[in-house]
């Protein structure tokens, strides 16, 4: 007699993150039966029929029609941070650059708004001020973020989008989502946030109000610094008709005779749109090889995090008390203004991304960057492996004195990416790389 077989699981809903990390999406290879899903490098998919082609293109029928828009790999990396951050699906592209342009086209266009947190990742802050000004996307910031008053002031009538970072990088200066999402939805107006630091790990952004998330999943998803990648997460929260803005490409029918995205898709239009008139117009794809390396990263998100985050605690303590360092960024320090936020929505951990400011301005850097010998002196945040960088000469070389100082970015600022090595190593190394500076 043969025993009988339940069959795999494959509705990982119910299942807690540690498990959904490692299978949410996954397939197996119905032919040969290969556990681990296969690279699915194709550029496009044959049609059953002539009346399958003519359903998938008119979105009746769900199979894939090209690999600028849907691919099995990138599909298990989709479903997978879906599930992670609680939405209610995903879109890969090519890198976090592409995520959060091709996010807020989605929403704004020529002519329209978007308000955004002053401290962002200083390349977000370049695609705003350069690439979106060519496309008549105009940017403007609000500096303190607790403050509503602010954002009141700068929220205009055709303001489409709030865009946010839950820990940004580098100042580890952390935003309290909840409250901007107070104001996002008092505005009737969709908070975008980039999670890329945090991590669905640390915090789920759906559930402190955002309505969108983008990561640049080249980071802590992926984890090992060998692919780009960015990720576009719906959370399926935001009532598109509801809000007194408008927003025709969801709301509104695309030629006579056709239901609108919403009466469409419902909780998954804004994807869909997205997906369908954003990432697919403009192109960004994720390599079917580079989505393989994304969810076979993310099996571990949460082992690396907690050693991440372990790290850096201990490394953070220990340079704010090192007489070579002025001070530390780091929001899980008492000193930091946003302490309290942090122990209530971090636990006091707040990602591996933060500042040091060296002793001696721009020559304490320097001496210091160049004595490394563990730690990379390299560009990049989120990787296995620690990382520091010299902001002012680099990622904000092209942003004026006043501006830097403006963001906290002074000539003696390191940024600094704790990585998972044995944390004895990396204070050894940072100790020899501080020796020579002078308290
Ligand atoms: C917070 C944040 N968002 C977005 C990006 C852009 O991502 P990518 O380099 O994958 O284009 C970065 C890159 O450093 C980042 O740190």
């Known amino acids: 007699m043969t025993g009988t077989s339940h069959g795999p699981e494959y509705n990982w809903d119910s299942y807690s993150f540690d498990t959904r990390q490692v299978h949410a999406g996954e397939f197996d290879d119905q032919v040969s039966g290969a556990r681990i ?30 690999s600028r828009s849907r691919n099995p790999s990138s599909r298990v990396a989709e479903q997978r941070i879906a599930s992670l951050e609680g939405g209610t699906e995903a879109i890969v592209v090519a890198s976090g650059q592409a995520a959060i342009t091709c996010a807020l086209f989605a929403l704004a266009q020529s002519g329209e708004h978007i308000v955004s947190t002053a401290s962002i990742y200083s390349g977000t802050r370049v695609l705003f001020g350069r690439s979106f000004a060519r496309f008549g996307v105009e940017v403007d910031y609000v500096w303190d973020a607790s403050d509503d008053d602010e954002w009141d002031r700068v929220i205009r009538p055709n303001t489409k989008a709030i865009f946010t970072e839950t820990i940004p990088n580098p100042k580890n200066d952390i935003v309290d989502i909840a409250q901007v999402a107070r104001v996002a939805a008092r505005h009737g107006i969709p908070l975008v946030v980039d ?26 998803l992926s984890g090992h610094g060998a692919a780009l990648s960015g990720a576009i997460v719906d959370g399926g929260t935001f009532d598109w008709t509801a809000s007194s803005r408008s927003y025709p490409l969801l709301t509104d029918p695309p030629r006579a005779g056709v239901k609108s995205l919403l009466e469409r898709y419902g909780r998954t239009a804004y994807a869909r749109l ?3 008139a954003v990432v697919n117009d403009i192109g960004p794809a994720l390599s079917p090889f580079n989505s393989f390396l994304l969810h076979q990263g993310i099996e571990t998100l949460s082992l690396r995090m907690e050693r991440h985050l372990e790290n850096s605690g201990t490394i953070a303590r220990w340079l704010d008390e090192h007489p070579a360092i002025d001070s530390v960024d780091y929001a899980g320090l008492p000193s930091n203004p946003a302490y309290a936020l942090a122990q209530e929505v971090y636990g006091g951990r707040t990602g591996s991304v933060f500042a040091a400011t060296v002793r001696g301005g721009e ?25 520091a960088l010299h902001p002012a000469t680099t990622t904000h070389h092209d942003f004026s004195d006043e501006m830097n100082l403006q963001l906290g970015i002074t000539p003696g600022l390191v940024r600094l990416s704790i990585g998972i090595e044995g944390v004895d190593d990396l204070l050894a190394d940072l100790d020899q790389a501080l020796s020579g500076i002078r308290p």
């Open 37 to 66: 899903p296969g690279i699915a490098m194709t550029a496009g998919y044959r049609f059953d029929s002539f009346a399958d082609a003519r359903e998938r293109f008119d979105g009746t029928a769900d199979g894939m029609i090209y």
């Open 274 to 276: 997205a997906r369908e």
């Open 195 to 220: 999670n890329t630091v945090a991590s669905p790990y640390l915090i789920r952004p759906f559930e402190y109000g955002a309505d969108i998330v983008v990561h640049s999943s080249t980071k802590f």
């Open 363 to 387: 020559a304490g850097a320097q001496k210091f960057l160049d004595s490394l010998r563990v730690i990379s002196h390299m560009t990049n945040i989120g990787d296995t492996r620690s990382m």
